[in-house]
Every structure is written in C-alpha cells, then in structure tokens.
C-alpha cells in the first residue's frame, strides 16, 4: 500500500455518516489520528479553524457542532468530555492551522485540500445532470457499495445472501422482499430492480447499504443471525429518517419507464449509427 492509500485510508476509517447521509468527523478521533496527545492543545488548533472559518464567511456552526458525550471514568462513575463534529472543510482548516511539523499534519493537509475541492467539483457536476445520468451514476455508486457490503457480511459469517438483502430492503420497504419490490414495478422475471430505480430511490439504498457495512464492522458482528437483523434494523432506520425528513417513502416513488440497462442499449446503438455513418 503506497502513502497516498495509506492516508485516505487512515482519515476514510474514522470518518462517519449520519442518518442525513452527511458525512462527519469526531474531533477526538481526529486529535489521535493528528498525533495530539492533549486535547486543550489540539482545542487551540480548533479555536483558530473556527476564526479562519468565520473570516471566509462560512457559518462556524455548519462545519463545527458541539457533540459531548458521557465517558466511563470508573467506578460506575461518568462524566462528560467535550467533542466536535466536523465537517470534511473543519478537517482541512484544523489541518491547515496545525503544528506543520508534524507528518500526520502535512498529509492531512494534503488529503483535506485534495477531498474538500473534489467533493465542491462533484458536487457541482452533479447538480447538471440529467435525471437518467444521476440513475446512471448512483446504480454505479450501489454496486460498489454491494460489493464492499458481501466482502463484510461474509467475513461476518453470511452464507445465504439472497436472504441477507431481503432483509434490508424489507426493513427500508416496509416489509417488502426483492421479488415483492420487483413485482410491483411489474419487472420480468430476473430483472435487476435497482435498474429500475429513480435516483432518490438508488440514493435511499445506496445509504441502508453504507450504513450497514459500518455497522456490522463496528460492532464487529461475527454470525449470520445478527448480520441479517442489523441490516433490517438500518433499513429501519433510513426509512424512519426519511419520513421524519418529509420524503416520499421508496415504495411510492415512481419506477422510471426506462430500465438502464435500456438506456444503455439505447446509447450503443446510437453510437453505432453515428459512427457507421
């Protein structure tokens, strides 16, 4: 693994997502990952991203939220400790205004410039696409997230993986199977349903299977009875989180006319027609 991978790996694994799908940062793991051994020392650095912030015209409260939580100190004995949750922006300001000497600083610079600047582009790029170009990407984005998502719930034990999918679109469509989901498309038999998905849909899916994957390396689940029960219990989760939002649920969103892989079709005999002319 060259240096370049081992950092995006190093700042990727502690990274979060929250029931928005927003990504985040906990400053104490950051503070860690930074090589800060006292956490006054690192609030410092913090204090003078927030400034740096606030001088760009940026909200400090969208890149910085106050996160406390209660820690163990012994004894059946708790206390609060302060915390932040950081934005990938936060990141990169805490990195720029850290102590330069440090290695761990230099790459996070590096990385939270690079990251910060893709996410301004992508997210950009994507708002001028076409709604079959968002499908196009997002099913893209979900067959990477499956693949990553089999590779862990096997080493969590998986074996039957028809029935470890059903159990997360059940959770996020209400009870629904992958054939019950297929059958009210009125898709043939055997057709790929996330083909056949809008981008609010593909979006609603791609996080029940981000979410899950962390979990299950979270609480490192280790059977096949508990993996099938996490993964119904996210899809829970997103469904709940998308009605609390105001969203249309995913069994009421409408099926698209045309499968991608229709459109795919459609594009190649286009190209050939153009070339052959």
């Known amino acids: 693994m060259n240096e370049i991978t081992r950092t995006e790996t190093m700042f990727e694994d502690i990274k979060h997502?929250?029931?928005?799908?927003?990504?985040?940062?906990?400053?104490?793991?950051?503070?860690?990952i930074l090589e800060y051994i006292k956490w006054q020392k690192f609030k410092e650095v913090i204090e003078k991203a927030k400034d740096t912030c606030?001088?760009?015209?940026?909200?400090?409260?969208?890149?910085?939220?106050?996160?406390?939580?209660?820690?163990?100190?012994?004894?059946?004995?708790?206390?609060?400790?302060?915390?932040?949750?950081?934005?990938?922006?936060?990141?990169?300001?805490?990195a720029q205004n850290g102590d330069s000497r440090k290695k761990t600083i230099a790459l996070a610079q590096t990385y939270f410039a690079i990251q910060t600047r893709r996410q301004?582009?992508?997210?950009?790029?994507?708002?001028?696409?076409?709604?079959?170009?968002?499908?196009?990407?997002?099913?893209?984005?979900?067959?990477?997230g499956n693949y990553s998502l089999n590779q862990t719930a096997k080493n969590a034990g998986v074996k039957n993986f028809d029935?470890?999918?059903?159990?997360?679109y059940k959770g996020l469509y209400n009870g629904?199977?992958?054939?019950?989901?297929?059958?009210?498309?009125g898709l043939r038999y055997r057709e790929d349903i996330l083909d056949n998905m809008g981008s609010d849909e593909l979006i609603a899916n791609l996080f029940r299977i981000s979410?899950?994957?962390?979990?299950?390396?979270?609480?490192?689940?280790?059977?096949?009875?508990v993996a099938n029960a996490t993964h119904y219990n996210i899809g829970k989760i997103v469904r709940k989180a998308i009605k609390e939002a105001g969203g249309t649920m995913p069994e009421d969103l409408p099926t698209p006319e045309k499968s991608l892989k229709e459109l795919a079709k459609s594009k190649d005999e286009t190209s050939d027609l153009t070339f052959n002319h």
């Open 17 to 32: 997502i929250d029931e928005y799908g927003n990504e985040f940062w906990y400053a104490r793991e950051l503070m860690a």
């Open 176 to 185: 629904e199977t992958a054939n019950d989901i297929a059958k009210r498309k």
């Open 54 to 94: 606030k001088s760009s015209n940026y909200n400090v409260l969208d890149h910085f939220t106050g996160a406390g939580k209660m820690v163990d100190i012994g004894s059946k004995t708790t206390r609060e400790i302060e915390d932040y949750k950081l934005s990938r922006y936060a990141c990169y300001l805490i």
């Open 120 to 144: 301004e582009l992508s997210d950009k790029v994507y708002s001028e696409l076409t709604e079959d170009e968002k499908r196009f990407y997002q099913r893209d984005l979900t067959k990477k």
């Open 163 to 168: 029935k470890f999918h059903n159990a997360g």
């Open 211 to 225: 979410q899950t994957e962390q979990r299950l390396k979270k609480d490192k689940v280790d059977n096949e009875y």
